[in-house]
């Protein structure tokens, strides 16, 4: 016979663990299932594999912000950028103050070419607080926005942004 503890998490001030008893259970033999799964994302790998399976947990799970920002991000590296877009506007939704959101919101903009709503987003993240200037300056995902005297504007006011915390510090 097996035996298992039994623990009841008790989530009162704190996480305690008690141990309440000793279940006995008899020994289980697995059965051995000769199956073959017809599903076409089973047989799929890698980016397209990762896709479908975070897609199935937001089904059930639809406001779970880190499972978001991850397929938003693998949607965007493999070429799926309107599907980003939206997985980014989810976002900035459940996480309106969140500068790395709008962040990203401003890239998925950016990739389609909508100008305006790519620097709304990224005015936003500035404001909220995005400072990590050296990213900013070397993502591809903002090219098609530098030469425009509003990506300037904002370089310089995280960089003073940037100034000024050294200076409380």
């Keep these: 016979m097996a035996q298992f503890k ?3 998490v008790i989530k009162e001030r704190g996480l305690m663990e008690k141990e309440i008893g000793i279940l006995q259970l008899p020994p289980v033999g697995l059965p051995h299932y000769n199956f073959r799964v017809k599903a076409r994302e089973f047989n799929s790998s ?3 594999f990762t896709i479908w399976f975070l897609e199935g947990i937001l089904e059930n799970n639809p406001n779970y912000v880190d499972c978001l920002m991850y397929l938003g991000n693998l949607c965007t590296a493999s070429g799926r950028y309107e599907k980003g877009l ?3 506007q989810r976002l900035v939704k459940l996480k309106p ?3 790395v959101a709008h962040y ?4 998925s903009y950016a990739l389609l070419n909508n100008v305006d709503d790519a620097f709304k ?3 936003r993240a500035v404001t909220l607080g995005y400072k990590d200037l050296e990213h900013m300056q070397r993502d591809g995902d903002l090219d098609n926005l530098r030469k425009d005297s509003r990506y300037k504007e904002l370089v310089e006011k995280v960089k003073k942004s940037i100034n000024s915390t050294k200076g409380r510090g």
Excluded: R
């Design 6 to 8: 039994l623990l009841v």
């Design 46 to 48: 890698g980016i397209d």
């Design 86 to 88: 939206k997985l980014d």
């Design 104 to 107: 990203n919101l401003a890239c």
């Design 121 to 123: 987003a990224l005015q």
């Design 97 to 99: 103050e969140d500068p």
